[in-house]
């Protein structure tokens, strides 16, 4: 369609910036890209162009590049939100979570009303040093008070405790995502006879994990590009009693449709890191660790705490098997997105090198394809006095092969105060040791949970000083690291994290709960349904 649009008048300005939309919508970076050069070539420097060409780069992991034209677009169109709210995830992407928090809050003062921007600058402010669940419950009730603050109605329901609850889970992310790897190991195990799901798919781009959910049993409504109030009349013919948000303040969120209240019963669940701030938003699953007893203050949901895991992993079926380590010097490891390795993570990430010698750092992820980003990160390390060749800053690799590099990893060092979630469990599975800190927000207890819930609760520390001593130590003890390595699958395997059936019953539990107390509290109406 880009393609087509773009070439049936390439002159057309209009007809361009109309093409550069429906390419974002698409997630075609390259035809993006193409399209936002056509458009400055035609009418020159332009700040619409400008944005696309900073999307299109951001969209294909060169975040250094689409910076560049971020700013460019705020000197072009300073009066204009979108391009600060271009910049804020550019920040995000290219690893300066203060900066996109700045760039998203000069985006708002211009446009108040962008719900989506202020939903952006929620996320971003998880992966500031720093953040506690106290701080980003201030912020996330303030953004409710703008933009969550009307609620509808309940729908009618005839509220019969005991018959089978129907579910809607809703999410942008049914695909090769966290969102699919978690619900690969629930959606087949559902009981019909408890709970009949219907998956709202967000998602304009299907991959092999779409088709994989998509066949999990179940009802299937593909929904992108649809008006919220269209999307709330579907959920109400389909009778969904309780409808699960997978995506909370992340990109393509439904937020104001569940403030608007779309089902009787309305539960926060793996998409977000902690609270929403909805008032409608009645329950968050949770467990013990990602919020530990007495802090429920900071949740403006009821916290429901499963007793083993919050989410189960399904890992790929093509997944190599454990290596032998057999290098004679300590190869550490960081996978995770560039957004989490903030100034303090490398300052303390450098202090073990130095105190481990002959060490490196080896990293991959989307972002360090770009020249600019890995020298500005060598740049960091050569300041706090490692030398930058011991640091290897690699690009983003398909799946399997990523996988297969963590048979060159010693040790992988978890991120903070935004910990690691699904790499964390990748690292596990594939024999490798995560030295986390144990954080103060959900973001931050990601891995201290799965360690803990696999018996390693020995590499979960209180702070940055303990967190260096812990990975040096590590680095040190042969036998220990070899011990884990070989042990770790078998460990997941025996674990909460891999108990399908198990936390599949535990989530029908508290669905039935949570469904029987709407039911003793149904609106009169409902009871003469």
Not at 62 to 91: D, E, F, N, Q, T
Not at 275 to 298: F, K, N, Q, R, W
Not at 413 to 432: H, I, K, N, Q, R
Not at 482 to 506: C, E, I, K, N
Request: net charge neutral.
């Amino acid at each position: 369609m880009l393609r087509r649009g773009t070439a049936l008048d390439p002159a057309n300005a209009a007809g361009l910036v109309t093409a550069l939309r429906w390419g974002r919508m698409t997630e075609r970076a390259a035809e993006l890209a193409r399209a936002a050069r056509r458009l400055t070539a035609l009418i020159g420097p332009d700040a619409r162009a400008e944005i696309e060409l900073a999307v299109a780069n951001a969209a294909s992991g060169r975040p250094g590049v689409a910076a560049v034209h971020a700013r460019c677009a705020a000197a072009l169109g300073p009066g204009i939100a979108a391009a600060h709210v271009c910049g804020g995830h550019v920040a995000r992407e290219a690893g300066l979570p203060e900066a996109a928090v700045a760039w998203l809050g000069r985006g708002l003062a211009i446009d108040p009303f962008d719900a989506r921007a202020a939903s952006d600058r929620l996320l971003c402010r998880q992966y500031v040093p720093g953040v506690t669940a106290e701080s980003l419950a201030i912020h996330h009730n303030e953004w409710a008070r703008r933009f969550a603050r009307h609620e509808a109605a309940q729908p009618w329901r005839h509220p019969d405790p005991d018959r089978p609850i129907r579910v809607g889970y809703l999410s942008p992310d049914f695909a090769l995502h966290p969102i699919g790897w978690f619900l690969a190991g629930v959606l087949p195990h559902h009981d019909p006879r408890a709970v009949e799901h219907v998956c709202y798919s967000d998602r304009r781009v299907e991959d092999e994990m779409t088709r994989r959910l998509r066949s999990a049993g179940g009802e299937w409504v593909s929904c992108a590009g649809w008006p919220d109030q269209d999307l709330a009349r579907r959920i109400e013919s389909d009778r969904i009693d309780i409808l699960v948000d997978l995506a909370g303040h992340t990109g393509a969120n439904r937020l104001p449709l569940f403030a608007r209240r779309a089902a009787p019963v309305q539960v926060s669940w793996a998409g977000y890191v902690g609270t929403t701030g909805v008032p409608a938003m009645d329950y968050l699953i949770a467990d013990g660790i990602h919020v530990p007893i007495g802090e429920d203050a900071a949740y403006s949901e009821k916290v429901v705490r499963l007793p083993g895991t919050y989410v189960c992993y399904t890992p790929p079926e093509d997944a190599p098997e454990v290596a032998v380590r057999s290098g004679q010097s300590i190869v550490f490891g960081c996978f995770n997105h560039l957004s989490k390795v903030n100034g303090e993570v490398v300052r303390r990430w450098a202090e073990i090198l130095r105190r481990v010698p002959g060490s490196r750092l080896v990293m991959h992820t989307r972002g360090l394809g770009d020249e600019r980003v890995r020298a500005a990160l060598r740049a960091q390390f050569d300041a706090a006095g490692i030398d930058p060749s011991r640091v290897d800053p690699g690009v983003g690799l398909p799946h399997q092969q990523l996988l297969a590099r963590y048979g060159d990893i010693d040790i992988a060092l978890d991120p903070f105060p935004y910990s690691g979630g699904l790499t964390t469990l990748e690292a596990l599975w594939m024999g490798v040791p995560v030295v986390t800190v144990r954080g103060r927000t959900f973001a931050g207890r990601h891995s201290s949970a799965y360690l803990t819930r696999i018996g390693l609760e020995s590499l979960v520390v209180d702070g940055p000083d303990a967190y260096v001593e812990l990975a040096v130590g590590l680095a040190r003890d042969s036998e220990w690291r070899s011990a884990l390595r070989a042990s770790m699958r078998q460990r997941l395997l025996a674990s909460p994290m891999m108990d399908y059936v198990g936390t599949t019953r535990q989530v029908e539990a508290e669905f039935r709960t949570m469904w029987r107390v709407w039911c003793a509290r149904a609106p009169a109406a409902a009871r003469g349904a």
